[in-house]
T-cell receptor, first 114, second 112 residues
């Protein structure tokens, strides 16, 4: 069966420090991959998605970037974190093919910027 | 861009009561509709989905949802809730481009 792993579960970083959150998927090939930010009372906001290695689409302008160095690996990064980057970040995957495939979510990373 | 509205921010009810959560979307074309649930301390899980066919879809744990195209709605229902249904519920819409647009979520608290 397919599984998705996200780490770390929680992270506390100072303003101006770099960031790297990792997400990996097992049990499937060539998945679509997604990064979301979840804010209380505001649902999930799609940040990035990828339909293949090296293919990244950005949904909102921000201080973050994403990369997909391997088929089942998706990384969320920043060179210099801002206070406004605090939040709960979720990675998700869906099967390739039809665009209506449901997405499957990881456990998330709680990021606090001090 | 399409938007998704969930009308209730927080719903509190007693066990055995009936539940209905509203979801409306703004998009005139073909849509794929989803309800996700997030139980306390757990990850988001798919509750049910609608792509085509019978507009009344049944999901896990006794939930169902009805797609009413003329009202742009996809309301979630459960005839008799249990304490274990306490969770946050999200409606989401896909318009055929791999992306999901989520509503703000509804927190459901079921009192024993």
């Amino acid at each position: 069966s397919q599984t998705i792993h996200q780490w770390p579960a929680t992270l506390v970083q100072p303003v101006g420090s770099p960031l790297s959150l990792e997400c990996t998927v097992e049990g499937t090939s060539n998945p679509n991959l997604y990064w979301y930010r979840q804010a209380a009372g505001r649902g999930l906001q799609l940040l990035f998605y990828s339909v293949g290695i090296g293919q990244i689409s950005s949904e909102v302008p921000q201080n973050l970037s994403a990369s997909r160095p391997q088929d089942r690996q998706f990384i969320l990064s920043s060179k210099k974190l801002l206070l406004s980057d605090s939040g709960f970040y979720l990675c998700a995957w869906s099967a390739q093919g039809l665009s209506n495939q449901p997405q499957h979510f990881g456990d998330g990373t709680r990021l606090s910027i001090l | 861009a399409q938007s998704v509205s969930q009308h209730n921010h927080h719903v509190i009810l007693s066990e055995a009561a009936s539940l209905e959560l509203g979801c409306n979307y703004s998009y005139g074309g073909t849509v794929n509709l989803f309800w996700y649930v997030q139980y306390p301390g757990q990850h988001l899980q798919l509750l049910l989905k609608y792509f085509s066919g019978d507009p009344l879809v049944k999901g896990i744990k006794g939930f169902e949802a009805e797609f009413i195209k003329s009202k742009f709605s996809f309301n979630l229902r459960k005839p008799s809730v249990q304490w274990s249904d306490t969770a946050e519920y999200f409606c989401a819409v896909n318009v055929g481009d791999y992306k999901l647009s989520f509503g703000a979520g509804t927190t459901v608290t079921v009192r024993a």
